[in-house]
C-alpha cells in the first residue's frame, strides 16, 4: 500500500502542475520576458504581445488538460490497489507518459496559434 500512495503522489504532480502554472499564466502573463521562466520558444519571446498571447493561450490548454488528467490518474490508479508493486509501478509510468503528451503537447496548438495571428516578426496580421 505504501508504494501505491507514492505512486499516487508522483503522478498528480504533472495535473496539480499543469492546474497551477495554467492558472498562473493565464492571470500573470504580463511578466517581462526572460530566459529563465515561462513558456519559451523564439515566437512567443518576439515582443510583449506574443509572450502574453503565448501565456495566456498555453496556460488555458494546461489548466484544462489539467482538469481532464486529474480525475482520469486518480480513477486509474484505484484500480490498481493491492496489486504487485511491479503493476502498479507499471501503470503508474504509463500514466506519467500519459500526461507527459499533454503537457508537452501544448506546445503545437499554442505555436500553430502564435503563427495564425502573428507574422514572422511577432507583429499582429
Known amino acids: 500500500m505504501g508504494f501505491w500512495i507514492f505512486m ?3 503522478d498528480l504532480l504533472i495535473p496539480f ?4 502554472f495554467g492558472r ?5 502573463a504580463s511578466k517581462e520576458i526572460n530566459a529563465v521562466f515561462g513558456y519559451r520558444t523564439s515566437m512567443s519571446m518576439k515582443n510583449k504581445d506574443t509572450w502574453e498571447f503565448a501565456h495566456k493561450y498555453c496556460g488555458k490548454i494546461w489548466y484544462a488538460s489539467g482538469l481532464v488528467i486529474l480525475p482520469i490518474t486518480v480513477m486509474s490508479l484505484l484500480l490498481v490497489i493491492g496489486k504487485s508493486t511491479d503493476y502498479v509501478g507499471t501503470v503508474g509510468g ?8 499533454f503537457l ?9 496559434t502564435l503563427k495564425k495571428i502573428f507574422d514572422k516578426n511577432g507583429k499582429r496580421r
Open 8 to 10: 499516487l503522489f508522483m
Open 24 to 28: 498562473f499564466f493565464m492571470k500573470n
Open 94 to 101: 504509463i500514466i506519467c507518459g500519459v500526461q507527459l503528451i
Open 104 to 112: 508537452i503537447g501544448s506546445i503545437f496548438p499554442t505555436e500553430i
Open 17 to 20: 502542475t499543469m492546474i497551477g
